[in-house]
């Protein structure tokens, strides 16, 4: 299983970014997706989270502002990012467990102008 994270890029204060992120290969069953994010000198964080039944979790500041949603059909995972903050900027990866084995996209800069 590969996956390929895009829709990274520069965006004002206020404004709004769409990632997404595709699974090569199947991964019919029960998985999780998940979108973390890493900011220069910061560990890496779980920003939202949609397991294979729906279920969603969010980091609390992301709340509110963000929205995480799959396509199964494609094997696809979303992250709709509104009202965008200059401390969201970072690198974005999405991640899938899948058989208990965590799969990870190569990143997508995401930075946000104040």
């Known amino acids: 299983v590969q996956l390929q994270a895009s829709g990274g890029g520069l965006v004002q204060a206020g404004g709004s970014l769409r990632l997404s992120c595709a699974a090569s290969?199947?991964?019919?069953?029960?998985?999780?997706w998940a979108w973390y994010r890493q900011a220069p000198g910061k560990e890496r964080e779980l920003v939202a989270s949609?397991?294979?039944?729906?279920?969603?979790n969010y980091l609390d500041s992301a709340k509110g502002r963000f929205t995480i949603s799959r396509d199964n059909t494609k094997n696809t995972v979303y992250l709709e990012m509104n009202r965008l903050k200059f401390e969201d900027t970072a690198v974005y990866y999405c991640?899938?467990?899948?058989?208990?084995?965590?799969?990870w996209g190569q990143g997508t800069q995401v930075t946000v102008s104040s």
């Open positions: 290969g199947s991964v019919i069953g029960i998985n999780m």
């Open positions: 991640s899938l467990r899948f058989r208990n084995i965590d799969y």
């Open positions: 949609i397991t294979s039944g729906g279920s969603t």
